[in-house]
């Protein structure tokens, strides 16, 4: 019982979402609406998005997982064909929310339905998670510009300027662009066996390290420009804290040749941009008068 609890955990329990939400509640302030039943709601809304887009990955990475031995429990308790059917679940409960209880501006609908052919293109038929490059920067659009774009369109009645909020949009976007590569430090074993190139493989845990630092710094750059031209509040420059945190958590990759101790990495990412998404978000609160 116990082990087949893990693997409903393996299918279900979605990292992402700790990437994904704050974007889309970032872009529901930034519309200048703030409703606790459409925040929970819209929430709702791209977790069930987000836990389709991770349903039909573990779908097209059954085989590739086996050889990296990934989600074992989810291999050993659920079939291919079940991961197929839930997909379809979260893909109509999405839409069935929005239409029944969201009731947000039509362009909602257009970006739920581009937020939907980009999860299934970087999985399936066109596998854009296996064409070098442009994979990573698939993974930072859904999850950082289209994201915060749903939040944005949620409401009907927007009063907020989304060209204001564009160097946050921006900045998210990069940094995502930057952290989405982390993952394949731990599989570059299976992605070697696999033909598949990443950032990691191509130029190796170093260089690739570097490229990171990078874009992260670019990242802050345009934060800092931004402040400094007086387009943001100078509360942003508190985020400046998780430049160096990451950065940190990053250069550990490179002592250690530990899968495992590497696929923590990863999740320390994720939390750490956790953060500093919440950073901001109540930052947004606070500017806005919310709080």
Known sequence: MIN???????????????????PAIIGLLAAGYVSFFNVV??????????????????????ELDKI????????????????????????????????????????FYIVLLIEVLFGISYSMYIKVKEKF?????????????????????AVKNISGDLINYLPIVIFITILYFSISMVKDYSDMKGDFEEGRKTIP???????????????????YLVLVIFIALGYLNILMSSTFFFY???????????KTK??????????????NTLALDIMIILILLFVNHII
């Open 201 to 219: 493989l191509v130029l190796g845990k170093r260089k690739a390290l570097q490229l990171q630092y990078g874009l992260i710094t670019l990242g």
């Open 244 to 254: 160096i945190t990451i950065i940190i958590i990053l250069s550990k990759i490179n």
């Open 133 to 153: 490059l442009i994979n990573y920067l698939w993974i930072a659009l859904m999850y950082g510009f289209f994201s915060f774009l749903m939040g944005f369109f």
């Open 68 to 107: 990296n031995s990934k989600r074992t429990y989810l291999h050993k308790y659920l079939s291919r064909d079940k991961l197929l059917f839930l997909y379809l679940v979260f893909l109509i409960s999405s839409f069935l929310l929005t239409y029944i209880f969201l009731k947000p501006s039509i362009y």
């Open 41 to 62: 709601l819209l929430i709702v809304i791209v977790a069930f998005w987000d836990l389709g887009i991770n349903v039909i990955n573990h779908y097209s990475d059954w």
């Open 4 to 22: 087949k609890l893990r693997g409903l955990k393996q299918a279900f329990f979605a990292e992402t979402l700790l990437v994904v939400l704050p």
């Open 258 to 271: 530990d899968t495992k101790y590497m696929r923590k990495i990863s999740t320390y990412t994720k939390v």
